[in-house]
């Protein structure tokens, strides 16, 4: 069965520093990665989205940055973290079209 | 920019009662799907219905579409405390996307 993980569950940053989050799915191939945003009691934005390695399609202009080194990685950073870059952020994989399987999140807070 | 819109945006019902939960979007979609969220979790898949398909159900979740209208219902029927979560429409109208409303929260009271 497939399984996806993002860590770390929750970071405290300073403003200014950098941001690596990290996501990784098992049990499938090829699948389109994807991550959100959301903010408090807010619906999902999506940020970054991949239908292959090295393959990155942004949404929103931004202080972020995705890559995807292998298959089933996606990492999302920043060099320098602002404080409107706190939330939850979300990792999900799909294959073409269908359901998409979300992580567990990770809570980013910038202070 | 979000393109389905949840209503309301928050529910308050009793234990045992049903649920119904509306969601209208703008352009023409291939599927629209319900997810829920525990608070402070991430997301999980309820539902998904076709742009060919009026209704479906999975237990007691009832889906509608109209595409007429442009709208999506969610029923949840003999509502159960543990169905208290926010609930999210989203569509998608590519092979590749979703694009997420600002959800319903539901709270069951027992």
């Known amino acids: 069965s497939q399984t996806i993980h993002q860590w770390p569950a929750t970071l405290v940053q300073p403003v200014g520093s950098p941001l690596s989050l990290e996501c990784t799915v098992e049990?499938?191939?090829?699948?389109?990665l994807y991550w959100y945003r959301q903010a408090a009691g807010r619906g999902l934005q999506l940020l970054f989205y991949?239908?292959?390695?090295?393959?990155i399609s942004s949404e929103v202009p931004q202080n972020l940055s995705a890559s995807r080194p292998q298959d089933r990685q996606f990492i999302l950073s920043s060099k320098k973290l602002l404080l409107s870059d706190s939330g939850f952020y979300l990792c999900a994989w799909s294959t073409a079209g269908e359901t998409q399987y979300f992580g567990p999140g990770t809570r980013l807070l910038v202070l | 920019s979000q393109q389905g819109e949840e209503d309301p945006q928050a529910l308050s019902i009793q234990e045992g009662e049903n649920a119904t939960m509306n969601c209208s979007y703008k352009t023409s979609i291939n599927n629209l799907q319900w997810y829920r969220q525990n608070s402070g979790r991430g997301l999980v898949h309820l539902i998904l219905?076709?742009?060919?398909?009026r209704e479906k159900h999975s237990g007691r979740l009832r889906v509608t579409l109209d595409t007429s209208k442009k709208s999506s219902s969610l029923l949840i029927t003999a509502s159960r405390a543990a169905d208290t979560a926010s609930y999210f429409c989203?569509?998608?109208?590519?092979?590749?996307?979703?694009?997420f409303g600002a959800g319903t929260t539901v709270t069951v009271r027992a």
């Open positions: 989203a569509t998608a109208f590519n092979d590749y996307k979703l694009s």
């Open positions: 049990g499938t191939s090829n699948p389109n």
């Open positions: 219905i076709r742009s060919n398909e």
């Open positions: 991949s239908v292959g390695i090295g393959q």
